[in-house]
């Protein structure tokens, strides 16, 4: 089975989880931020921090809109850390830019690997 829409979902271990589709729209863009929103929220509730991990090893386009979008509601997520990873070469040097022109590059950064992302994710949380 195809999939075309991003997959979120809280862990265990109270990380929320990301897992990008293919294709990026503005509209899966919006819809991944709506999931976080609510996994954030009922984080809050509990008191907890809000980290992100987010697996961009499956996504292969993306467009305009989804970009912007992105770059857009970055700063909206009031997380305390995101950590992304797994994206190929074009998309790990795009997200690179997207963090860096969000002025949010102190608490949300790339890695080639996921257990590097997880490593800096947990770090000062655990």
């Known amino acids: 089975m195809r999939k075309v829409s991003n997959a979120t979902h809280l862990g265990k ?3 929320i989880y990301q897992e990008f ?3 990026q729209t503005r509209e899966s863009v919006m819809r991944g931020v709506e999931l976080i929103t609510k996994a954030a929220n009922l ?3 509990q008191n907890k921090h809000i980290l992100i991990l987010g697996d961009l090893s499956g996504v292969l386009s993306s467009t305009y809109e989804a970009r912007r979008e992105g770059a ?3 700063r909206k997520i009031e997380a305390d850390k995101a950590a992304y ?3 190929n070469t074009f998309f790990k040097y ?3 830019f997207i963090i ?3 002025g949010l590059d102190n608490k949300v950064k790339y890695f080639d690997t996921k257990e590097d992302a997880l490593s800096w994710l947990k770090r000062d949380y655990e």
């Open 85 to 87: 990873f797994g994206a």
């Open 72 to 74: 857009k509601l970055l």
């Open 43 to 45: 984080l809050r509730k």
């Open 100 to 102: 860096k022109a969000s």
């Open 21 to 23: 589709a293919p294709h």
């Open 94 to 96: 795009l997200v690179k």
């Open 13 to 15: 271990d109270g990380i």
